[in-house]
């Protein structure tokens, strides 16, 4: 049996008519000799009725009065109407199709409410059930803790349970379908001219997504590549190939940009810059951040002083949990990381030049940096960001200044 693993996102199940697209997909597949697993993610965008956010906003947004495990119950009702909304879709173009929650497909996770970890797939229900039906409509984003209760996978989680599926049932595909052609050399909401990619390889677009490209969630591209199922990301309202994603690309990947040494400009907003001075046992900060599950960046370390960034919504309970320690902090909200990222910038001089080249020219300050061997980051001021970001992408990325060169 031939199986493929078809994502929607909230965007491309908005309208009956952008869910007529998706329908299509699915009819092209059935049509491939494919049997189909759909994940789908809540319907629409933050104040549409049942998506994620407009569910918390019930609550008053994530209200820290209310237990992470019901804000999970809560949340996960929003992937619950659309599986049936779609799967009602399918049945009404005589698809035989079954909606189904992420614990009857077998999701086992952690007990972490509203960040757990996909400890298990048990597929054997859901493999039974391909027997019978030609689709499933599989709820993403959620599943059954050991205690049976509900948790979800954090933001953008719905692609990671469809790749751990396509693992799990050893998919011939999972194609992510979304509000953009495939992935681009940036995000093209921010670079008008960002250009479209064919192939990658799944280290590259781990590396993207974790330095902020949000058109794929870097576990779901981690589990994918353990498993070596191919993945395209794909428009959901045109008939495009999109971008593929395997572990090599040599023998298809062909003469395009991406043999030059950077691949792609990411960008991460709301971020806060912190600064903490004077005496002290500096260890101890990173101590009670890593208690608080606050995620550090940006470290850098001076005789007597030493700052690093932690996302904007834990400042005020990382510096309150500082100030309480004794620790002297001044901070800078509104901060944005901009990441240069190419697998093919190792041992390539003048890319920390160009990038300081061309922040110069525009007067943006860059105000800290930070490097690896596949990554240059820079943090500027928000209000900078999408200068700083079409700035790298015309000095790296824009064909025609490739071209000049
Ligand atoms: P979905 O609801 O389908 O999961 P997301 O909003 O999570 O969609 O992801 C798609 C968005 O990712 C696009 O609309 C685009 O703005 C953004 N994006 C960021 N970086 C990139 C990139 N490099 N290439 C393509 N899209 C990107
Ligand atoms: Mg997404």
Not at 179 to 196: C, F, L, N, Y
Not at 287 to 292: I, P, T
């Amino acid at each position: 049996m031939k199986v493929i693993v078809q994502k929607f996102g909230g965007s491309s199940l908005q309208t009956e008519e952008r869910r007529d697209h998706c329908v299509e997909h699915v009819v092209t597949a059935l049509r491939d000799g494919f049997k189909v697993i759909v994940v789908v993610s809540a319907v629409g965008r933050s104040g549409d009725p049942y998506a994620t956010d407009t569910l918390l906003s019930l609550i008053g947004g994530i209200a820290p009065k209310v237990s992470k495990k019901e804000q999970d119950l809560l949340m996960s009702c929003g992937e619950v109407i659309s599986s049936v909304i779609f799967s009602s879709k399918l049945q009404a173009e005589g698809i035989s199709s079954y909606a189904m929650t992420g614990a009857e497909a077998g999701f086992r996770v952690s007990e972490n409410y509203g960040n757990a970890r996909i400890l298990d797939v048990k597929t054997e229900q859901l493999e039974n059930l391909l027997e019978t039906y030609d689709v499933l409509v599989v709820t993403g984003f959620q599943g059954e803790t050991p205690k049976g209760t509900v948790a979800t996978l954090g933001r953008g989680g719905s692609d990671t349970s469809a790749t751990a599926l396509g693992a799990a049932v050893k998919a011939s595909y999972v194609d992510i379908f979304t509000d953009v052609s495939g992935i681009m050399t940036a995000d093209p909401r921010v670079v008008k001219e960002a250009r479209h990619l064919e192939v990658m390889t799944y280290a590259e677009v781990s590396n993207m997504a974790y330095q902020g490209a949000k058109v794929i969630h870097p576990r779901a591209v981690e589990v994918a590549m353990q498993a070596d199922v191919p993945i395209r990301i794909r428009s959901s309202q045109e008939q495009g190939f999109g971008t593929l994603i395997a572990s090599s690309t040599s023998k298809i990947r062909g003469r395009d940009l991406d043999e030059k040494p950077v691949t792609a400009i990411t960008h991460v907003k709301d971020i806060a810059q912190l600064k903490i001075t004077g005496a002290g046992d500096q260890s101890k900060v990173f101590q009670l951040l890593s208690e608080a599950d606050i995620s550090v960046d940006f470290i850098s370390i001076h005789a007597d002083f030493l700052t690093f960034t932690i996302p904007v919504s834990k400042r005020i309970e990382a510096v309150d949990s500082l100030q309480s320690a004794g620790f002297d902090v001044t901070w800078t909200d509104k901060c944005a990381k901009i990441a240069v990222v190419g697998a093919g910038m190792t041992g390539v001089p003048g890319i920390a030049a160009g990038i300081v080249r061309a922040l110069n020219e525009r007067q943006i300050p860059i105000m800290q940096s930070a490097d690896s061997h596949t990554t240059i980051w820079v943090l500027v001021a928000e209000s900078d960001m999408i200068k700083a970001v079409n700035a790298l992408h015309d000095a790296f990325l824009t064909v025609n200044r490739l071209e000049e060169e």
